[in-house]
């Protein structure tokens, strides 16, 4: 069975940094792509960033933050620094098989940003 478990949020002061963990289990994970999205109270879910055969990371949040994977682990990392408000927000990971299939998603981590 598929699990993805993430970790790291909490709550943080405006400016400050949090690293987020995504620990995939169940299968091997070495063809799939693994990404962060987020939702705020009351918006949509949003693209953060994904790392695989390429690395993207969302415009809203280039420069403030990196993805980065462990493959021994099967974990993917979300660095964030100089956090804003508007960071706050649900982070969920999900992973996407380069060879088809469904995608997988985790429940998320809270990430508050205090002023």
């Known amino acids: 069975q598929v699990q993805l478990v993430e970790s790291g949020g909490g709550l943080v002061q405006a400016g400050g940094s949090l690293k987020l963990s995504c620990a995939a289990s169940g299968r091997t994970f070495s063809h799939y792509d693994l990404g962060w999205y987020r939702q705020a109270p009351g918006k949509e879910r949003e693209f953060v960033a994904h790392i695989g055969g390429t690395t993207d990371i969302a415009d809203s949040v280039k420069g403030r933050c990196t993805i980065s994977r462990d493959h021994d682990k099967n974990t993917v990392y979300l660095q964030m620094n100089n956090l804003k408000q508007e960071a706050a927000a649900i982070y969920c990971c999900?992973?996407?098989?380069?060879?088809?299939?469904?995608?997988?998603w985790g429940h998320g981590t809270q990430v508050t940003v205090s002023s």
């Open positions: 999900r992973a996407d098989s380069a060879l088809g299939g469904p995608a997988y």
